[in-house]
């Protein structure tokens, strides 16, 4: 009677107290607690693909200033130095050799070789190009909203990507802190069953079943471990953060009702995605790049300055220096129709764009409706799931209560004790499941957090 009444107290204890462990165990420190919202703060800062993105953007920037440029006026110098390597000579021979008799060349020119050089300068502001300019400085513009779309894009992915990794630790992390309670049950049982069988009280069998129960219990605790430490290793990683820093994720509240409407969704999503701005944006280009190439039937005019300088010549009657202020101009008459072609070919470009912009809109509403029903559905699933726990719990207060008033056998509260565990899991999966749901929908919706 006395380990009959030691039995149930182990039970009552057990199943009042509360399912956690301590952070803090043989003196080590705690775990960090990091936040959902912590999480999604340092991915965003600190995350290696979101970097390069931010890095796209700068390069884009970078395009656009050296476009700019172009506007003003080129400098350029150029220089020859040169030796001669073959000497000139130059004479007049006597023609009239019987006019005037031994006399040889009346006159002969020799050049000397040592080096000469030329010096010269231009400068040529653009005129006629700068309607030209303005298009390619429009061109890297849209180039550079694109790779803020794409950076749009990967915070949103790397977002999404955080959360299912932060509600699939928190799911495992919390049926491991059920298992370690289920373990620490199964254990007392053990040791009051291990008494009772030396006494006589219970069958060996009942001995077995309890151990049995308690091996399973441990190898699946090891086995959500390493689990769980691959899942933090890889949050790390999305964080950009050394892939050992230890970690604890904090309860977040529970699901709520759904109050999306999915017509509202699917306008925010055709305002909001960044796959959408991205291909809207490709289409400016293309008609851009098309009034490029059509601005290429106007001549090329600038206004030009040159500067020469001669050194070292031998002959004198070149200028030393010369300065020429004038109008530089430069245009293909003809060119066998190549421009029409090209002109025709940025059409097509431009209808490919378009196209792309409509197949875009329609897989993205598709996909906005297919996270919405799903989002519902995992919502449904979660509300049968938490009514099977609550049932499980009951069932199991009832067990025990029947077992103390030894109207039940150690076998039926065994059994339920395994359906409420089981019925935690199935939970806490329905739960992970709804939050990775809500995460993919916020994503095909274009929400940035």
Do not use: C
């Not at 513009?141 to 955080?162: D, F, N, P």
């Not at 601005?295 to 020469?308: C, K, L, N, Q, R």
């Amino acid at each position: 009677m006395v380990n009959r009444i030691v039995f149930l107290l182990a039970i009552a204890v057990l199943m009042t107290t509360p399912l956690s462990v301590p952070a803090q165990q043989n003196g080590a420190e705690p775990a960090e607690v990091l936040t959902l919202d912590q999480a999604i703060s340092l991915a965003l800062r600190d995350n290696r693909e979101v970097k390069n993105a931010q890095l796209s953007v700068g390069k884009a920037g970078d395009g656009v200033a050296a476009a700019r440029t172009l506007r003003l006026p080129s400098m350029n110098v150029y220089s020859l130095l040169s030796q001669q390597l073959v000497k000139h000579d130059a004479s007049l021979d006597n023609s009239e050799t019987n006019v005037v008799p031994g006399v040889g060349p009346i006159f002969s020119i020799s050049t000397t070789r040592r080096p000469t050089a030329i010096f010269a300068g231009q400068i040529l502001q653009p005129l006629s190009q700068q309607y030209r300019i303005s298009l390619e400085i429009k061109q890297a513009g849209l180039a550079r909203e694109v790779e803020g779309e794409k950076l749009r894009q990967a915070e949103q992915t790397t977002v999404s990507q955080v959360k299912q990794n932060y509600y699939g630790i928190l799911q495992a992390q919390s049926a491991l802190d059920s298992m370690r309670e289920a373990i620490r049950y199964y254990r007392e049982l053990d040791r009051v069953t291990v008494d009772n069988v030396t006494q006589q009280v219970s069958l060996k069998a009942d001995s077995l079943e309890v151990k049995t129960r308690l091996a399973k219990t441990e190898y699946e605790a090891l086995n959500l471990t390493n689990q769980l430490a691959t899942e933090k290793e890889q949050l790390n990683n999305l964080l950009g953060r050394d892939v050992r820093a230890d970690f604890r994720v904090a309860a977040i509240a529970d699901a709520v009702g759904l109050d999306a409407d999915l017509v509202l969704a699917r306008s925010r999503a055709l305002d909001q995605r960044p796959e959408l701005r991205e291909a809207r944006l490709k289409v400016k280009q293309a008609e851009v790049d098309r009034r490029i190439k059509k601005s290429e039937y106007i001549p090329d005019v600038s206004a030009g300055f040159t500067y020469m300088s001669f050194r070292n010549f031998n002959n004198d009657a070149i200028p030393k220096n010369s300065a020429s202020l004038g109008v530089a101009m430069k245009w293909e008459v003809f060119d066998w129709g190549r421009k029409k072609n090209q002109l025709a070919e940025k059409d097509r470009t431009i209808e490919q764009a378009k196209n792309g912009l409509r197949e875009a809109e329609s897989l993205v509403l598709i996909e906005v409706g297919d996270k919405f029903r799903k989002l519902q559905q995992t919502r449904q699933a979660l509300v049968v799931a938490q009514l099977k726990q609550e049932t499980a719990r009951e069932n199991m207060r009832v067990s025990v209560s029947k077992y103390k008033l030894q109207a039940a056998l150690l076998s039926d509260a065994l059994q339920t004790q395994a359906t409420l565990a089981d019925a935690d899991y199935e939970y806490q999966k329905a739960l992970l499941t709804f939050w990775t749901a809500k995460a993919e929908y916020e994503k095909s919706i274009g929400a940035d957090k």
